[in-house]
């Protein structure tokens, strides 16, 4: 088992900056690729960032050149710096890990982002 626990949210002005955490507790060796995921009234969750355990990263156009994900393995925490916000990046941002078992994966409670124009 592996508890994902995010940490960071807030409410932010259009242009400014926020870091999001998530830890990850329990069987943390089986995590293979983390990323984050966030989700508005109404819509489907959808893929903000990927990193893979060695550093891999993939992102969503529509944050690309804003937003930079991390992650120490040592410390069993993923980040996401998010710079130059904008309004339409207000949701609740989730955190996720797959696992080397594939049908096995993780999701964090989220945490809520509110950038205000």
């Known amino acids: 088992q592996v508890q994902l626990v995010e940490s960071g949210g807030g409410l932010v002005q259009a242009g400014g900056s926020l870091r999001l955490s998530c830890a990850a507790s329990?069987?943390?060796?089986?995590?293979?690729?983390m990323g984050w995921y966030r989700q508005v009234p109404g819509k489907q969750r959808e893929l903000v960032a990927v990193?893979?355990?060695?550093?891999?990263?993939n992102y969503a156009d529509s944050v690309k050149g804003r937003f930079t994900i991390s992650r120490d393995n040592a410390k069993n925490t993923m980040y996401l710096q998010m710079n130059n916000l904008k309004s339409e990046d207000t949701a609740v941002y989730y955190c996720?890990?797959?696992?080397?078992?594939?049908?096995?994966?993780?999701w964090g409670q989220g945490t809520q982002v509110t950038v205000s124009s």
């Open positions: 996720h890990a797959d696992t080397y078992f594939s049908s096995t994966n993780y």
């Open positions: 329990g069987s943390t060796s089986i995590i293979a690729t």
């Open positions: 990193i893979s355990r060695s550093g891999n990263t």
